[in-house]
């Protein structure tokens, strides 16, 4: 069985500071990891994903995300915000190898960037 | 230009009535999916399908109902007994690469007047 815990329903930044979201997983398997970002009314849209190729995943728009085994963490950071990033981020697990089978989403965290 | 479409994307409803949201996608993937969202409760599956003919319930599917007929396409009907339906509802599929990447449609925003 798979969850996840988001840290901060709301983490607010000034434009141009560190963007640093929290995500701590469970995993009784060895886990696929991902984040997605959603702008109002909108789908989610895949930012990056961990599938054990390395440990330090880039995605799109500047941001990365670390899988850190030993805190079972996938932190997203991005080194400087900027007022199009406001948005809705979802941290999402799933079990390594099992098919198509639905993602596990944490409750998502929103974050405002202020001029 | 692949991905998946939701229809219609604002839909109104009375109560008692069963409405019925389409999804579609040309991506060639398997298993499809449907998540309710409400404002701080993240994602909630309500059913998936991994195959044609076939469908699983999720966490909430009570009042909703699905059908697999066709690969491409995935309609979501919220039944009458369905006492909360207003939210945003969101498809999505995901295909035989082994890393479970899951792609979403835009979404359809269900209103309960």
């Known amino acids: 069985a798979q969850s996840v815990t988001q840290l901060g329903s709301h983490v607010s930044v000034s434009e141009g500071a560190l963007v640093l979201l929290r995500c701590n997983y469970s995993s009784s398997v060895p886990p696929y990891l991902f984040w997605y970002v959603q702008y109002p009314n909108q789908g989610l849209q895949l930012l990056l994903k961990y599938t054990s190729a390395a440990t330090l995943v880039k995605g799109i728009n500047g941001f990365e995300a670390e899988f850190k085994k030993s805190e079972t963490s996938f932190h997203l950071t991005k080194p400087s915000a900027h007022m199009s990033d406001a948005a809705e981020y979802f941290c999402a697990v799933s079990g390594a190898r099992s098919g198509n089978t639905p993602l596990v989403f944490g409750k998502g965290t929103r974050l405002s960037v202020i001029a | 230009d692949g991905g998946i479409t939701q229809s219609p994307k604002y839909l109104f409803r009375k109560e008692g009535q069963n409405v019925t949201l389409s999804c579609e996608q040309n991506l060639n993937h398997d298993a499809m999916y449907w998540y309710r969202q409400d404002p701080g409760q993240g994602l909630r599956l309500i059913y998936y399908?991994?195959?044609?003919?076939?469908?699983q319930k999720g966490d909430i599917a009570e009042g909703y109902s699905v059908s697999r007929e066709k690969k491409e396409s995935f309609p979501l009907t919220v039944t009458s007994a369905q006492k909360n339906p207003t939210a945003f509802y969101l498809c999505?599929?995901?295909?035989?690469?082994?890393?479970?990447?899951?792609?979403f449609g835009p979404g359809t925003r269900l209103t309960v007047l």
């Open positions: 999505a599929s995901s295909g035989q690469g082994v890393y479970n990447e899951q792609f």
């Open positions: 399908s991994q195959i044609v003919n076939d469908f």
